[in-house]
């Protein structure tokens, strides 16, 4: 809900807050647009907590409260439209029950505070609902939402919740974000994307270039920014400026602007200056990212990561809804390449309907991806059925890969569940070093590789990609990750296969040309990310990117492997990259 759209005053003052916050420029381009400020819970309001005596006022202030969440409630819904206006209007009709008000009232006039009556009267709705079980207990956290809105009119506090429409592009800040609570999200409603945790490869950051929003991660102090204020973002350095000035904004839109011109004044397949294809392919999450990845000129799709079809929902898709969604990405690119990830869930990606065994302290560790697939044969089964029908009737190359495969019995077997499905294609993910070791044994039993270099890196240094604290050893430039991508490539030359990289490392220009430079076949990446990979490529030789290879991996840090790469790729500085 947008605040501004139920009249309710937007912020307190914040002269004492800093002018310029920094975190990592994970999408670039600038972002400008108020502060929305996104929290989680909303805390409970003190027990005992007393209004100073003028009952009625305090009751008027709660009533209006009740009524502030319905209208809004109301208002979305009729934007909506369809079920989403029924299940909204079924929440206003809550906001609004009179025997709820009355129960406030009385509570107020005992001298409780407007909110801590909210949340008592609440309460006791709430015990009567959950006791009642089936379709009304399901309703409690309905109920919550409406008690949650309330306290925080009541108290000034952020809404909880990200809201899916709003009359001018806001600046999204928030500790960090789910995939669900951006699924809906669009370029029409966000200018940009803070957080204060997550780092490069983190979700947020991966849904940002997707969606071609400039976003910074790890940025201290974000949250203490108050609602409402105008927050310019440049997603390339990670500065985060509250309150420009008018210069400030005009500067960093023409910059933005010359930028995008240069860039894309290169158009054609993926190529290097001596003409050695690299095709390049876009990473997206379902139908909704096709129209970004062919105004990008992608020449196919690099990862179709299917599991963001699954996020969001009681239950897996039916075989027809999977069915279709392929189908789809399929038509898009007919006679293209379309390499489909089977559903990567677990971890960073929870699916509340296939739960892993047990309690999981490390869950990146424990069982995702692949592992957990073959827990649930009938959704292996649906989904590689669903496939196969889906490619059985297009002219585009459909292959089909598995994520987090660690070992050669794992490759062996999905290879095997792929052809005893009718897929012919298949191949694995490169994301545990295990696999990147021995991946001439893994090659043997797969058609292809694609290396999936944010959790390549997360594995190699040991730095949980959902940390931001060690988001700083979470870089794909460390010379560690450059070897075990080296390790993948050379093997799959030698088999004669291909070996592809569809991390975020594809989309940094520098290091697409290091990829390249150590036999990577194709690139890909967030569609906004195409048009500077393929002028980078265009620019510069198939050996001066085997130098820039060469001279990273023999760096000892980052740092040094970035400045290395860079120093044999002299286009650069003409492409203002
Ligand atoms: C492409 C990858 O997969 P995801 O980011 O979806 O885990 C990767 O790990 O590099
Ligand atoms: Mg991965």
């Known amino acids: 809900m947008d605040r501004r759209e139920t009249g309710h005053p937007l912020s307190e003052s ?18 400008y647009g108020p502060a929305y400020l996104v929290i989680g819970d909303i805390p409970e309001p003190a027990p005992g907590s007393r209004h100073d005596g003028d009952a009625q006022a305090e009751r008027g202030r709660a009533e209006q409260a009740l009524d502030d969440v319905a209208a809004d409630l109301e208002s979305r819904g009729a934007r909506a439209g369809g079920e989403a206006e029924e299940v909204l209007g079924a929440q206003a009709m809550m906001a609004r029950d009179p025997g709820l008000a009355e129960e406030v009232g009385s509570l107020i006039a005992e001298g409780v505070a407007a909110p801590r009556a909210v949340f008592e009267a609440f309460g006791k709705y709430r015990e009567l609902l959950s006791a009642a079980g089936g379709y009304l207990g399901e309703r409690v956290a309905d109920l919550d939402d409406i008690r949650d809105r309330a306290i925080a009119l009541l108290t000034g506090l952020p809404l909880p919740g990200v809201p899916t429409s709003a ?14 609570d951006t699924a809906l999200l669009s370029k029409d409603v966000v200018a940009a994307f803070v957080t204060e945790q997550g780092g490069p490869t983190s979700h947020t950051a991966i849904l940002a270039r997707s969606m071609g929003v400039p976003a910074v991660v790890g940025c201290a102090g974000a949250t203490a920014v108050a609602q409402g204020t105008a927050v310019l973002v440049d997603g390339a350095s990670g500065r985060v400026r509250l309150s420009p000035d008018e210069g400030e904004v005009a500067a960093a839109r023409n910059a933005d602007e010359a930028r995008r011109a240069v860039l894309s004044a290169v158009t054609g397949p993926g190529a290097t200056a001596d003409g050695h294809a690299v095709p390049l392919l876009a990473n997206i999450g379902g139908p909704r990212d096709l129209d970004a990845a062919l105004a990008s000129g992608a020449e196919g799709v690099g990862l179709y990561r299917t599991e963001f079809l699954f996020l969001d929902r009681d239950a897996a898709p039916t ?18 390449r379309v390499v489909v990830r089977t559903l990567d869930a677990g971890a960073d990606k929870p699916l509340a309907f296939l739960p892993p065994h047990g309690e999981e302290p490390n869950p990146a560790l424990g069982e995702r991806g692949v592992r957990l697939f073959r827990r649930y044969p009938d959704v292996m089964t649906d989904q590689l059925g669903a496939l196969a029908r889906a490619a059985a009737g297009t002219s585009a190359t459909v292959e089909i890969m598995a994520p987090m495969v660690a070992t050669a019995e794992e490759a062996a077997w999905f290879a ?37 270099t944010n959790d390549l890196t997360q594995y190699a240094l040991a730095a949980d990609r959902q940390v931001s604290e060690v988001a700083e050893l979470q870089d794909p430039w460390h010379p560690a990750v450059l070897d075990l991508i080296g390790m993948a490539a050379s093997a799959a030359a030698d088999a004669g296969k291909g070996c592809g990289v569809c991390g975020e490392a594809a989309a940094d220009p520098v290091l697409a040309c290091v990829l390249v430079g150590m036999g990577v076949t194709s690139l890909s990446m967030a569609a906004p990310a195409l048009p500077p990979v393929r002028a980078v490529l265009a620019r510069h030789t198939r050996e001066q990117c085997r130098q820039a290879a060469a001279a990273a991996r023999a760096a000892t840090s980052p740092a040094e492997a970035r400045t290395a790469a860079r120093e044999r790729l002299p286009e650069l500085d003409s492409l203002a990259l």
Not at 326 to 331: E, G, H, N
């Open 167 to 180: 009359a001018k592009p806001f600046v999204l800040i928030a500790k960090d974000l789910a995939p669900a």
């Open 14 to 31: 914040q002269e004492q807050a800093p002018r310029l916050l920094t975190g990592t420029g994970v999408s670039p381009g600038s972002g």
């Open 319 to 336: 075989p027809e809804e999977q069915e279709e969604a392929y189908r789809a990405v399929f038509d898009a690119f007919p006679g293209g």
């Open 416 to 452: 095997q569940a792929c052809r005893t499905a009718g897929l012919e294609n298949a191949g694995i993910m490169i994301e545990v070093p295990s696999a990147a070791i021995r991946a001439a044994d893994l090659i043997e039993r797969v058609d292809f590789f694609s290396i999936g």
